[in-house]
Each structure stands twice: as C-alpha cells, then as structure tokens.
C-alpha cells in the first residue's frame, strides 16, 4: 500500500536512447510533481499538475515529457538522454494546490544512470 | 543563485541532547517554509512547515523557528535519538506559485548513542 510508488527504482541506459518513468500515488492528491535531484543533491522542481493540468514548467530541456492520464497518474518521458541527465528523479504529491500545509509525499526516487 | 542554504553539510549530536539545524534564505517573497527529512534509498518524508506569520510552530520533539528579519529558520530537535540519523533539508515558498518548493541542499546529521 505504497502511497507514491515509482517505477523503475534504478535505470541505467546509453546516451541518445529514450525512456520513461512512471509515478503512481493511492493519496487521492490533486497536485503531483517531479523534482530532479543532481550531484550536488539540490532538489529542483521539473514540472507539477494539478488535476491533469500543467501548472509549472521549470526551464526544462524539452527533451523532458511529462505526461498525466489521470489525477493519480505523472509520467516523465526523456528523449535522446544525455550524460548531463543522471540523476534521482523523485515524485510526489500533496493534497493541495500549495503543497505547503501538508506537505509533499514523495516517491523512493528513480535513479537514472546514463553512459 | 541559490535562494535557499543550509551551510552545515553535517552535524554530529550525542543521544539525548538537542540537535538545531539552520537555513538561511534570501528571497522576501517566501511566506511558507518547511523542513523534510531524508534517509538514504528513500525520498523525502514532511516533518514541519510554519507560514511566514508565525515565528515559532512545534510538533512534538520538533520545533521551527523563523527570524524573518535575519531570513534565517532553524530546527530544533529535543531529545535527539538515532533514529534522527538523516539528511534534513529546509525549503521554502511563495504561496499561489503551484506548489513549488525551493530546497536548500541538507544537512546531514548524526545522532550517536
């Protein structure tokens, strides 16, 4: 009964290849998020919806797809990985549009290696 | 430019003792500021949040205090416990912006028995 769950936990893959990651929450939460953690373990915000909806865009190469089919549903497809790309991938959710009251919820992280 | 650090990469604390954790942050627009905890293999888990009207809010072992004028929060943790052991970072953010939180880049603490 995982409440954010990620998948995959660990991908590895080669420059210019295409994958996706998928991100599931059973919260009922209306908002969900990628943030990127790089090396120097700074977490930044990707992207966030809000019901289906786009509500930011960091500045994100558009390499970087998110795609949600449904509220309980955030999916980030990348196209052509570069190097530059490896990194640990979180979702979450909150509750609310704010995210601040509560909090998020975050997913364990998808670590992305690209070589 | 980094809006929001926490200078202390790590912090060392006997069991029992309190562990105070600091983050400073340079945007005056931020009126919401929290404080995650991170072990590792894991994401983020939420401890404690305060809005930019209050200066102090506690939540059992937990408590934040917020010094709007110096931009500067800290995290007290009385008593520590080993359980604590983790990377504990404070974010930050402008309320009706979607949700964003801005993160400082943690500190790691550790709590010996």
């Known amino acids: 009964d995982t409440a954010v769950s990620q998948t995959p936990k660990y991908l590895v893959t080669q420059m210019g290849n295409d994958k996706s990651i998928k991100c599931e929450q059973n919260?009922?939460?209306?908002?969900m998020y990628w943030y990127k953690q790089d090396s120097k373990k700074f977490l930044k915000i990707m992207f966030s919806y809000n019901n289906k909806e786009l509500i930011i865009n960091e500045t994100v190469p558009n390499r970087f797809s998110p795609k949600s089919p449904d509220k309980a549903h955030l999916n980030l497809h990348i196209n052509s990985l570069e190097l530059g790309d490896s990194a640990v991938y979180f979702c979450?959710?909150?509750?609310?549009?704010?995210?601040?009251?509560?909090?998020?919820?975050f997913g364990s992280g998808t670590r992305l290696t690209v070589v | 430019d980094q809006q929001v650090k926490q200078n202390s990469p790590s912090l060392s604390v006997q069991e029992g003792r309190i562990s105070i954790l600091n983050c400073d942050y340079t945007?005056?627009?931020?009126?919401?500021f929290l404080w995650y905890k991170k072990y590792p293999a894991e994401g983020p888990t939420f401890l404690i949040s305060?809005?930019?009207?209050?200066d102090k809010n506690e939540d059992g072992r937990f408590t934040v205090f917020l010094n709007k004028s110096a931009k500067h929060l800290s995290l007290h943790i009385v008593p520590s416990q080993p359980g604590d052991s983790a990377v504990y970072f404070c974010?930050?953010?402008?309320?009706?912006?979607?949700?964003?939180?801005?993160f400082g880049q943690g500190t790691e603490l550790s709590v010996k028995p």
């Open positions: 945007n005056s627009m931020f009126d919401y």
């Open positions: 919260l009922g939460h209306d908002t």
């Open positions: 974010a930050a953010s402008v309320y009706n912006q979607g949700g964003k939180l801005i």
């Open positions: 305060i809005s930019s009207i209050k």
């Open positions: 979450a959710s909150s509750q609310d549009r704010q995210g601040v009251n509560y909090g998020y919820t």
